[in-house]
């Protein structure tokens, strides 16, 4: 259902004078990157772009792809804004654009009662069906309308310019808006409001901008799925947060609330987590230890710790810890002692204090961009009855926090998981998280439907280690011998929750699964030695955990090949989760196969970027893709025989349907590669990983069955290769077909 009758063509009317030298082409407001654009150029690319289906146009959609390369006159931009401003009149915080569309909202639940009390009922009838994804096109808008508002201080209008921004859009809504102005055009982008299904059962509506002549009949369809905002419904008592308050000011009130009622944050003092740069700052050394204990002068501490100490006085917290003031610089045994308690300093903390934007030291903890929106909430009006809405991304959280500078920083995921609750101070104004709520500067209540790790910290970390890995080792490190005392933290509370044993960045638990880790991209060569070469801690860049996270749904990959006999695992200090000295592993396996690394590289379907290895047999070669841990493990010689190791297999959860067929189950066999040490027999270092699959959309990707070709080579070849290269075959397995006993370093 649409409301309002919306012309997709939109309607051609002749550009004032002025307009026109908006849109002049050459030195104005639009340029070709290469050649300037002439009006049969712009004329052609119009008729394709009218006759493109909006309910599939995208910003990968060639029509738009071609506005890339113009160039846009920012400065005429600016002069046309700051001159519309001026005729702009701004009352309560919004434009009379946007008075106007909250005045006039529009009704999309069929008649029914808009408050909330008839949102949250237990179930409905068929006839509350009849508002499901019910939608209105209505507002118009061009970017420099949105623009100049938001200058004057109207929220909804700086909000949807944010939604642009964090797009990235902003300067393809602008470049088409241009090539439309151009030929004379009056073709405005247009919000699309809709229901969330049913929104009497959801609470939400959603929202998006439209490209300029373009509509979107559906959230999930062409560019509204790029583009769209969620708007919670509320009764209309609801706070709209008319009067703007400072960010510390709501800091306080988060803190002493949640210290007042949330019995799960109930801790004492502050922390901060920040980016130390590469330039010298104030720090703790042996050589101003001395001093330090009687005096630090604040003129001499960066603007990022001054703004620290200012946040920790404005909540009323009188103590700080700043780990370079608090560890001595250039003094091991200390940074070991120290790094050894990161869990008690950070989970007993009263709060995190995070500087997000930060580069460095010196820039800072504030640093919100001007006409900076969050999110808001206001007042909308549907039939003479009134409610509140709240708009807001879906990615508040992951925006704010997940997605910052300090995120890329391995050492601040476990700072910010292991507090008790942090605040977040950076570009997007400030963001707080404890274990009961989210909130924002912007909307300072519980923010309801965002993904983060927020609730972890009351069930534990254990069951979701599977994500904390990849998070965590896509972070970058100052010193590569970090990698595992920059998780100490979070590994310390793992074991205390779960008394697990822990391997150099794995538990014991679900080991087998967790051994078939793999890389997303693998870095050029393997670092210098700090874990064994088992464990993802051994290599740089980003590995995900696919098998444990099958492996922990009850049964999934059922067929087990290999088990953890024994380990050898020891710290190189007193922080049995820190730097580790040794790491050997014994498993006893039921089959091997030896293979060949080839210079050729699978380009078929999903196994792109891969390496190939060859299984050589009676039967001819066969060939099989895995993913190396880093690009330099390649062979030593052209006969150079490596093995792969099947870990577990089975069915992976995945279920197909052929048309008018029986519903299939994908299958999965995972395992890692291995190669000789050369010293010992039956000794190993891990060099790569893999996964052979089958099912009908593996196959319809162009992927040969890998998995039940290595099936039958197992089959074949397994049994005797292993016990070939196995250091000895023992009888008293607990497991009676893994009889043959390897060894990892």
């Known amino acids: 259902m ?102 006039n909202w529009p009704d999309l639940d069929q008649g029914l009662e808009p408050e909330i009390t008839s949102l949250r009922s237990e179930g409905s009838d068929e006839s509350d069906r009849s508002a499901d994804w019910q939608r209105a096109v209505t507002r118009s808008c061009c970017t420099v309308e949105l623009e100049a508002a938001t200058r004057q201080g109207c929220r909804f209008c700086a909000f ?45 509506q959603i929202l998006w901008l439209n490209l300029p002549g373009k509509i979107s009949g559906h959230c999930n369809n062409g560019w509204a799925s790029n583009l769209k905002v969620y708007a919670k419904i509320f009764p209309s008592s609801a706070d709209c947060f008319d009067q703007q308050r400072e960010a510390l000011d709501i800091a306080k009130d ?60 404005r909540i009323g917290l009188q103590y700080l810890w700043i780990d370079s003031l608090c560890i001595i610089q250039g003094d091991e045994d200390d940074w070991r002692r120290k790094a050894a308690t990161m869990s008690s300093v950070y989970g007993g903390s009263s709060i995190n204090i995070a500087a997000t934007s930060a580069p460095d030291d010196k820039h800072g903890c504030f640093l919100k961009q001007p006409y900076f929106s969050g999110g808001l909430r206001a007042k909308v009006t549907i039939k003479g009855k009134q409610r509140v809405q709240e708009f807001r991304s879906s990615d508040v959280y992951r925006d704010s926090v997940e997605d910052t500078y300090l995120a890329t920083r391995a050492w601040a995921l476990q700072e910010r998981l292991l507090s008790p609750r942090t605040l977040s101070l950076g570009i997007r104004g400030a963001h707080w ?225 052929p048309q008018g067929g029986e519903w299939i189950k994908s299958m999965s066999i995972f395992g890692i590669l291995l190669r000789p040490t050369g010293i010992n027999k039956g000794e190993f270092h891990r060099i790569g990983s893999f996964e052979f699959r089958y099912g009908l959309l593996w196959k319809s990707e162009g992927t040969e069955d890998f998995y039940n070709s290595f099936l039958k080579i197992l089959g074949k070849e397994g049994t005797k290769t292993a016990e070939a290269v196995c250091t000895e075959v023992i009888t008293d397995s607990e497991y009676p077909e893994e009889r043959f006993l390897i060894t990892l370093l």
Not at 292 to 305: G, H, R, V, W
């Open 2 to 103: 649409e409301t309002q009758d919306h012309d997709q063509d939109a309607t051609i009317a002749n550009s004032t004078d002025q307009d026109r030298q908006i849109y002049e082409n050459g030195s104005h407001y639009l340029r070709n990157a290469s050649t300037d654009l002439d009006v049969s150029n712009v004329k052609e690319w119009y008729e394709e772009f009218t006759a493109a289906d909006g309910e599939t146009l995208s910003p990968d959609s060639s029509i738009v792809q071609c506005v890339s390369s113009d160039h846009l006159n920012t400065d005429l931009i600016e002069d046309r804004v700051t001159r519309l401003a001026s005729s702009i009149e701004v009352r309560q915080r919004f434009c009379s654009a946007c008075h106007d569309l909250f005045n």
């Open 160 to 204: 949807l310019m944010q939604t642009l921004r964090d797009a990235d859009q902003l300067d393809t809504f602008r470049k088409v808006e241009a090539r439309l102005g151009y030929l004379g055009k009056d073709v405005k982008a247009c919000l699309s409001i809709q229901n969330w299904a049913n929104a009497l059962m959801t609470s939400s």
């Open 254 to 313: 988060w803190l002493q609330t949640c210290l007042r009622d949330h019995t799960l944050c109930n801790k004492s003092s502050a922390t901060l987590s920040h980016c130390w740069g590469s330039g010298k700052t104030f720090r703790l050394t042996p050589d101003n230890y001395d001093s330090c204990l009687s005096t630090i002068q604040f003129e001499e501490l960066p603007k990022t710790f001054k703004d620290a100490i200012e946040t920790t006085r």
């Open 433 to 657: 998280a404890c274990s009961t709520m989210t909130a924002s500067e912007y909307l300072p209540e519980k923010i309801i439907g965002l993904r983060q790790y927020v609730p972890h910290r009351v069930h534990g970390f254990k069951d979701v280690w599977y994500e904390i890995v990849p998070q965590y080792s896509a972070g970058a490190l100052t010193f590569p011998k970090d990698k595992l005392p920059a998780l100490a933290g979070i590994a310390r509370r793992v074991y205390d929750e779960a008394e697990d044993d822990y391997l150099a960045g794995m538990w014991r638990d679900h080991f087998e699964a967790q051994l078939c880790w793999t890389v997303v991209e693998p870095s050029a060569h393997r670092p210098p030695w700090r874990a064994p070469t088992w464990s993802w801690a051994s290599i740089d860049g980003k590995v995900l955990l696919v098998a444990l996270t099958l492996s922990r749904t009850k049964h999934l990959l059922p067929d087990i090949y290999t088990h953890l006999r024994d380990y050898d695992v020891k710290a190189l200090g007193l922080d049995p989760f820190g730097e580790v000295a040794i790491g050997a592993l014994r498993l006893s396996c039921s089959v091997m196969v030896a293979c060949r690394i080839t210079d050729k590289a699978p380009s078929s379907g999903t196994q792109a970027g891969k390496t190939e290895v060859v299984v050589d047999s009676d039967d001819g070669q066969d060939e099989f893709p895995v993913q190396m841990d880093c690009s330099d493990e390649f062979p030593r010689s052209q006969d150079e025989i490596v093995y792969l190791l099947p870990m577990i297999g089975g069915e992976n959860g995945t279920h197909e349907k």
